[in-house]
C-alpha cells in the first residue's frame, strides 16, 4: 500500500517562501502524474498543480507564476515551491495522483500559515 507523507510547511510571512515535499513509498512513483492540493479552512481541497511523468507541469490560476511543481523519481518524491506567499496560500497541503487515475489514501498533510 502506498504511503503519502507531506512536509517542509510552517508559518512565514507574506511574501515569504517554502518548499513543500512529498515522499511516496511503494514502485508506482515514476510512472504517475503527481499533484499538489490544498485546502484552507472552511473549504473543499483544491487542486492547485500537477506533473506528469515526463515533467509536464500545469498549475492553477491562483498559484501560476509563484509555484513551482517538480519531481526527483530516484527519491520517490515531488516538491512544491511556493514563493511570493499571501495570506490567501493558508491551508493544509497535500499530494496525490489525479482523480482520474483514483486518489491514495491520503496522507497528513502539512499546514502552511502565511501571516505577519
Known amino acids: 500500500q502506498v504511503q503519502l507523507v507531506e512536509s517542509g510547511g510552517g508559518l512565514v510571512q507574506p511574501g515569504g517562501s517554502l518548499r513543500l515535499s512529498c515522499a511516496a513509498s511503494?514502485?508506482?512513483?515514476?510512472?504517475?502524474?503527481w499533484a499538489w492540493y490544498r485546502q484552507a479552512p472552511g473549504e473543499g481541497r483544491e487542486l492547485i498543480a500537477r506533473?506528469?511523468?515526463?515533467?509536464?507541469?500545469n498549475y492553477a490560476d491562483s498559484v501560476k507564476g509563484r509555484f513551482t511543481i517538480s519531481r526527483d523519481n530516484a527519491k520517490n518524491t515531488v516538491y512544491l515551491r511556493m514563493n511570493s506567499l499571501k495570506p490567501d496560500d493558508t491551508a493544509v497541503y497535500y499530494c496525490?495522483?489525479?482523480?482520474?487515475?483514483?486518489?491514495?489514501?491520503w496522507g497528513q498533510g502539512t499546514q502552511v500559515t502565511v501571516s505577519s
Open positions: 511503494g514502485s508506482i512513483f515514476s510512472i504517475n502524474t
Open positions: 506533473i506528469d511523468f515526463g515533467g509536464n507541469t
Open positions: 496525490n495522483r489525479l482523480p482520474s487515475v483514483g486518489l491514495l489514501g
